[in-house]
Each structure stands twice: as structure tokens, then as C-alpha cells.
């Protein structure tokens, strides 16, 4: 399902997936978890062009290229909770970087 945010911009509705991933994580900083603090929900596409919402636990920001982001840029090193692996993603590629708290209240999940 897609819908538009305040931009005007489609974008596709959050996953069932992630919907659940969010919860969990907002669950877990209640529960006040180590990790919980540090999961983000990321708008992002990726080098083939796919946009899809991430829910990612992000470290070591670097600027370098890889495989997949072959000229140097500012990079994040992250573990993607939907995925279950550690994935490098680039700045340019992200529209949005809300809170588990914001993405909640912004889709009245």
C-alpha cells in the first residue's frame, strides 16, 4: 500500500514487518534494554533504487566507498533488525530518520 507524506512524496507504506520491529523496539526501551535506545526507523533507498522503510541499530559513520557505493561518501555502518545483518548504507540514499517513537505517532501505528 502506498501513501503520501506531508512532502508529497509516495512512499510505500511500512511493512507489517516493520510495524511489529517498531513496536518491539519502543517495548524494549520501556523495558529499558541497553540497545533499545540506539534502533532508528530509516526511509532509505538503496544503490539499485529500491526505497523501502528500515528499522536499524546505526554505528560508525565514515566517509569511504565500497561495492555498492563506489565513489567516497558519508557512509553508516548499521544492523538491520528486519534483515537480522550488519549493513553499510549511505547518506545520500536517506529521506527520513525517525525515532521509534516518531514513527509510531507519524503512521498512528
Known sequence: MERSDNEGV????????LVFG?????KDQA???PF????VVVDYTNYRGDRAWRL????NFTFAKTQYHPRDQFLFAAFDLIKGEE???A???V???LSIEDFVKKYDL
Not at 533499545?36 to 534502533?39: F, S
Open 56 to 59: 536499524l541499530s546505526p554505528h
Open 87 to 89: 549493513r553499510t548504507f
Open 36 to 39: 533499545a535506545d540506539k534502533v
Open 91 to 93: 547518506m545520500e540514499g
Open 22 to 26: 517498531a513496536r518491539k523496539a519502543l
Open 31 to 33: 523495558d529499558n534494554r
Open 10 to 17: 509516495t512512499v510505500n507504506h511500512p511493512s507489517l514487518e
Open 95 to 97: 529521506h527520513a530518520w
